[in-house]
């Protein structure tokens, strides 16, 4: 770690010294039109960019909240949720999920453990978070290789960028039907001189969650109108602190996660055990006991030299651990201790030519001890220097940009060490048509490295028997002569904006070269299939839209119409379909306003998922109809109270999530009340 040390050092004590005089006071900067995208470093709206943005902000943030990141991102077009029982819920972008992902928090890495299992949560409130940006297809150029399927950015305030100039901040509290959930959350920011605060606490505890019918279709023992073991308790808090200057802000937040879960039963079978035939029939529960202390550091300095326009600085150590209990006892524990730093150079314009210069660095420290430790104690480094520029020249806008990775693994094991230098490049052009019509397209070529679990799984397990991973029930074996796999991928956006409509049309293709998977080797071991990491070409390719119409304006407010879906196709060249896809899907959405009053009507049509991979199970398609009511009371200029109503899954749809790998045992939720209020200042 001595080089993250000396680089945080030097970055403290240059953001420290810079010539600046601070503000005594500096105001909240109005509210913008247009959100400006903090993913993509140049400052730009979603409107000046070719590249496939998916914004949750604002009321429709709110009325998509969930537990988990992956259920409040999944009813917008393109994106899904990977569910794990109720407390799991990992974002899926175009059939793409676990380590082609990449979930960020303000711009760095989530640091948890959530790509190298289904079964384990992303540490990310969506709760709490004033904004989620999503970067739909590969976001290598930026992110790195993790991003190689898009990019999820979770964007809270917990660095404060300005010193308000009141106490300003929210409570609220809600409570789902479904599985009792109860969940309060309190925000409080402010500030005096050039010192600004930040403060937020959350506390979630939730039970057992009720589904139509049977949670197993061909369990002998299965439970019946609800899913054992998946209650679960969670607690986070935050306190964040910044310095403000006359050109910029440098500031720290130290966040705590303690979150535990229970695992839907059945997931986790042991088939090995050599005592199982002498257990009883009460089944061992398995729960996961997440903690994890979270370190952010974050600065940005205006006009350093004239030819540097914004320098940025984020920083983030995280020690993560959590232990799996069957249980009273430590089945196993895993643990992962990173460091992250992400340097930013804005340059001043040269001509009509904008861009940004950025340096990424990553160190971390992965292990599993225990039963299910069937990856290595592995140190990985990851370094990354990246280049974006843009040009203007009338209606038209021109971007490209390249990137070079370099990605070490060093197992504590007879495995050999490896690593991978990658390149990316990405070229992009938007065209304005005229005022309402935009068109853009967007060509990438990616790379990812692989992980530590396609490569070093099982290694060295096979003398005395193959260690289970009981997160996909299968034996999974790493592949250590693995090479890093490439992406060439196309996007086709069509973008129309008027006074009465606003909406996208996007089509993309995929075309992958070494793409890792997991194959089913035909063998078993004590009656568990036994799982191969290989590589062959794929293509992925499909359709997304979405359009809003203001169709009316009756009893004094307005009637808005959305309509949108999607489709996803993934093939193997020779094995078949990529599994877990996520079905086709058609929904609209109906919405009325009337000043502070808000309610809204949705249907999502998702179709059979016939296309489930090589010995996968088929899932039916669903209909499933929810509503909300919001409204809002100003209390004074500076204070409100929201109330709101939403019923989910009205008609107690029963729903098998294709992107599952519990969709067989875990249904998703039936039908669900939930209430809550909120009061801001």
Do not use: C
């Amino acid at each position: 770690m001595t080089l993250f040390y000396r680089a945080n050092v030097a970055a403290l004590a240059i953001f420290f010294n810079l010539p600046a005089v601070a503000q005594q006071q500096t105001p909240v900067p109005k509210k913008e039109i247009e959100h400006v995208l903090v993913t993509v470093p140049m400052h730009r709206i979603s409107a000046e960019t070719a590249l496939p943005v998916t914004l949750l902000t604002g009321d429709e943030l709110r009325n998509s909240l969930a537990s988990t990141l992956g259920e409040t991102l999944a009813s917008s077009p393109g994106l899904a949720s990977a569910s794990f029982g109720p407390s799991v819920g990992q974002p899926v972008i175009r059939g793409q999920q676990g380590a082609r992902v990449t979930v960020l928090q303000n711009s760095t890495g989530s640091a948890d453990a959530s790509n190298i299992s289904a079964d384990h949560s992303v540490s990310v409130e969506p709760i709490l978070a004033e904004s989620i940006e999503v970067l739909r297809g590969p976001s290598t150029l930026l992110y790195g290789g993790g991003a190689i399927g898009g990019v999820v950015n979770v964007i809270d305030n917990r660095v404060p960028v300005a010193v308000p100039e009141k106490l300003t901040g929210g409570l609220e509290l809600r409570h789902g039907s479904v599985n009792d959930e109860m969940t309060a959350v309190v925000k409080v920011s402010g500030g005096m001189g050039n010192t600004a605060f930040h403060f937020d606490a959350l506390d979630r505890q939730s039970n057992n969650l009720e589904i139509p019918g049977r949670a197993a279709h061909e369990a002998e023992e299965t439970t019946d109108g609800y899913i054992a073991n998946t209650d679960s308790e969670t607690r986070a808090y935050t306190f964040g602190v910044s310095r403000i200057f006359d050109r910029g802000f440098i500031g720290l937040a130290i966040n705590r996660l303690d979150n535990e879960y229970g695992i839907p039963s059945g997931a986790h079978e042991h088939h090995d055990h050599e005592e199982a035939e002498e257990e009883d029939d009460e089944e061992e529960t398995v729960r996961l006991d997440v903690e994890r202390t979270r370190y952010d550091i974050r600065a940005d300095i205006h006009d350093v030299l004239p030819f540097v326009e914004q320098l940025r600085w984020f920083a983030t150590y995280s020690d993560y651990e959590h232990k799996e209990l069957e249980g009273t006892e430590v089945g196993t524990e895993w643990t992962n201790k990173s460091w992250e730093n992400r340097f930013e150079l804005v340059h001043a314009p040269i001509g009509d030519w904008h861009g940004v210069i950025g340096l990424q660095l990553k160190e971390s420290e992965v292990s599993a001890v225990g039963y299910e430790s069937f990856i290595p104690k592995t140190k990985i480094s990851n370094s990354g220097l990246f280049v974006v520029e843009d040009f203007h020249s009338g209606n038209w806008t021109y971007e490209f940009g390249a990137r070079i990775d370099r990605d070490e693994l060093k197992p504590d094991s007879t495995s050999r060490d490896e690593s991978f230098t990658n390149l990316s490049l990405s070229a992009s052009t938007l065209w304005k048509i005229d005022e309402s019509w935009s068109l853009g397209v967007a060509l990438s070529q990616s790379e990812r490295a692989p992980v530590i679990e396609e490569l070093y799984s099982n290694e060295g397990n096979n003398i005395g028997g193959y260690v289970e991973h009981v997160a996909t029930s299968a034996i999974e074996i790493g592949n250590s002569d693995l090479d890093s796999e490439q992406a060439n991928n196309i996007d086709l956006t069509l973008n129309y904006k008027s006074d009465h409509v606003d909406g996208y049309l996007t089509l993309f293709f995929n075309d992958f070269s070494d793409y890792i998977y997991l194959d089913n080797t035909g063998l078993e071991q004590d009656e568990t299939t036994i799982l191969q990491y290989r590589q062959e070409d794929a293509e992925f390719n499909g359709v997304e839209f979405e359009a809003t119409f203001t169709i009316a304006s009756i009893l004094g407010g307005d009637i808005e119409l959305t309509v949108f879906g999607d489709r996803i196709e993934g093939d193997l060249k020779t094995a078949g379909d990529v599994p877990r896809m996520p079905p086709t899907r058609l929904g609209s959405r109906i919405e009325f306003t009337r000043g502070g009053l808000s309610t809204y009507l949705s249907v999502v049509d998702a179709a059979d998922q016939d296309d489930s991979g090589e010995n996968e199970e088929e899932t039916e398609g669903y209909t499933r109809w929810d509503a909300g009511v919001n409204y809002r009371v100003d209390i004074n200029t500076d204070q409100e109270a929201l109330g709101f109503i939403r019923l989910k899954n009205i008609s107690d749809e029963e729903i098998r999530n294709s992107s599952s790998f519990l969709r067989e045992i875990a249904p998703e939720a039936g039908r669900s009340i939930e209430v809550g209020v909120r009061y801001s200042f």
